[in-house]
């Protein structure tokens, strides 16, 4: 079955702009986490969504939002760029209850100039 | 709060030989699943392993085995007979039994040579 996929790969905005993600879980997953990954701060939590309600969000300001639809699909917002949104923003599914690990997508690549 | 320690930035090791990968984390939940990821340079987060910390039987999955120390808050991954498609970045990573989120370490860089 299809994996998770993030589109876009590779983005590139300015200081002040606003961007949104998207991620399409794996079939059946109804759980999609988002990660920001930078080589300082490495892996960190932003939000965790199911059946389109926010369960867990991270230390994040509120720039950073999200949602999801009722098809699990899974879209991620970054108002008012900062140079500091550059990063790998990486999305994960997993099936409610299960802890067997997230599948994660190839992630997005967002550079902010 | 949980936190998760990989104190090796960077290893390698010959092809064929084996390889092991150190973790600790700190934590006071007594039920907690912890991963290893490997991040190729594809970007894409893999799992490599997985083990829940009610079990005491270490887990593995064909050349990749965890030796879990409970008590000790340690999850090191072994890699045996290493490939040079083992070449990535690895990553240990620790969830709460209650929690939805996964906490990472900072990540190991292994280069396996030819």
């Known amino acids: 079955k299809a994996g998770v996929t993030q589109t876009p790969r590779y983005l590139i905005k300015t200081r002040g702009q606003q961007v949104t993600l998207s991620c399409s879980p794996i079939s059946g997953h109804r759980s999609v986490s988002w990660y920001q990954q930078t080589p300082g701060q490495g892996l960190q939590f932003l939000f965790e969504y199911f059946s389109e309600t926010q369960r867990n969000k991270g230390n994040f300001p509120g720039r950073f939002s999200g949602r999801q639809f009722s098809n699990s699909r899974s879209e991620m917002n970054v108002s008012t760029l900062e140079l500091g949104d550059s990063a790998l923003y990486l999305c994960?599914?997993?099936?409610?209850?299960?802890?067997?690990?997230?599948?994660f997508g190839s992630g997005t690549r967002l550079t902010v100039v | 709060a949980q936190t998760v320690t990989q104190s090796q930035p960077e290893m390698s090791v010959q092809e064929a030989e084996t390889v092991t990968l150190s973790c600790t984390y700190d934590?006071?939940?007594?039920?907690?699943?912890l991963f290893w990821y490997k991040q190729p340079p594809s970007r894409q987060m893999i799992l490599v392993i997985r083990?829940?910390?009610?079990?005491?039987q270490n887990a593995t999955e064909n050349r990749f085995s965890v030796n879990f120390q409970k008590a000790a808050k340690s999850f090191s991954l072994k890699i045996s007979d290493s490939q040079l498609g083992d070449t990535a970045m690895y990553f240990c990573a620790f969830m709460a039994w209650r929690d939805n989120d996964m906490r990472f370490g900072a990540g190991t860089r292994l280069t396996v040579k030819p």
């Open positions: 994960a599914s997993s099936l409610v209850g299960q802890r067997s690990g997230y599948t």
């Open positions: 934590t006071s939940e007594n039920n907690y699943y």
């Open positions: 083990q829940e910390a009610y079990k005491q």
